[in-house]
């Protein structure tokens, strides 16, 4: 049996009123995930709704990309629905365990088929060229580059002759590296996993998603931001080391970027099949990530 309820009839009940055209509307037509009742006005979206974002933000980011302002930390990723935004990252946001409403991992998901996994499947990596890679990296920002190892075209060769492998979408525009861990036949050290703002939208996941398939089990990154992202596909922390300025990437921005302590991961999912992993990491699989449990200086115990 299905119960349909009176607009008019709740409005009574409640004591409330149909908004007026000066009225403030917290939520308008299509935001709930319905477009079924329009207001009885014309609106203009942009002009009522505000989102509160610092001054100094990229204007034109690519996914995973971060951002420090006033001590605070923002990242560009899909929300819940799929679509891209400044979110933020910092560990205030994850404290507030989904109350304050700042951690994309405590905003509500809607079922998995209805978000993007089409963006993710669609991006294909094909095996490439050592000129071409570093060509593609290196068209990012210098503010960019610096997130990545910067491997020049003959230290990629030497690493593929050494079992690393190297791919590219088709156009160029994302990619990344896999460098084989010694002693340890399959499985690879992850690295330069990056996206142009030419590239499509969901290659970073796919790239993490099609690493891990292939043997991905190591990665070390820059700052809590990344961390975050790599951990909802299944990498955990096992060590943390303090920022070092006599060790800064080229090109760092200190006061965009301050210093971030550097993560080092480890793949503990136990499944390689790219459709549960990109299942996993949609659904909050592996929970949130918890900055406060990997201060700078932790370090797991040898599995």
């Keep these: 049996m299905v119960l349909a309820i009176k607009a008019d009839e709740v409005r009574a009940l409640v004591g409330a009123t149909a908004p007026g055209p000066d009225d403030e509307v917290l939520q308008l037509p299509g935001q709930a995930g319905s477009e079924g009742d329009a207001l009885p006005f014309q609106y203009e979206r942009h002009d009522l709704i505000k989102y509160a974002l610092p001054k100094g933000l990229p204007e034109d980011p690519q996914e995973g990309t971060l951002a420090t302002i006033d001590g605070k930390t923002y990242a560009y990723l899909p929300d819940a629905a799929g679509r891209h935004q400044w979110q933020r990252v910092d560990q205030g946001a994850v404290a507030s365990g989904g109350k304050g409403g700042g951690s994309p991992e405590s905003a509500p998901k809607p079922p998995a088929e209805k978000r993007s996994a089409s963006k993710v499947s669609s991006v294909e990596f094909v095996t490439a060229e050592p000129k071409k890679f570093v060509e593609a990296r290196d068209s990012l920002t210098p503010d960019m580059r610096a997130f990545l190892s910067p491997y020049t075209e003959e230290q990629i060769e030497d690493k593929i002759k050494h ?5 590219l979408t088709s156009d160029g525009t994302a990619g990344y590296m896999l460098v084989p861990i010694p002693g ?7 690295c330069n996993v990056f996206r142009t703002p030419k590239g499509p939208k969901g290659a970073g996941q796919a790239a993490v998603i099609q690493a891990i398939s292939q043997g991905a089990t190591t990665l070390d990154c820059i700052g809590e931001g990344l961390a975050r992202i790599y951990h909802k596909y ?12 006599q060790y800064a990437p080229e090109g760092w921005d200190y006061e965009k970027n301050d210093r971030p302590p550097i ?14 992993i990109r299942r996993r990491a949609e659904s909050g699989y592996y929970g949130e990530f918890d900055a406060e449990q990997y201060p700078e200086g932790y370090e797991e115990s040898s599995p």
Excluded: S
């Design 234 to 245: 299944g990498f955990r922390v096992y060590k943390v080391v303090p920022w070092d300025d």
């Design 184 to 190: 340890t036949p399959g499985e690879y050290d992850l």
């Design 163 to 167: 079992g690393a492998k190297i791919f």
């Design 263 to 276: 993560y080092f991961m480890r793949y503990v999912g136990d499944t390689r099949d790219p459709e549960e």
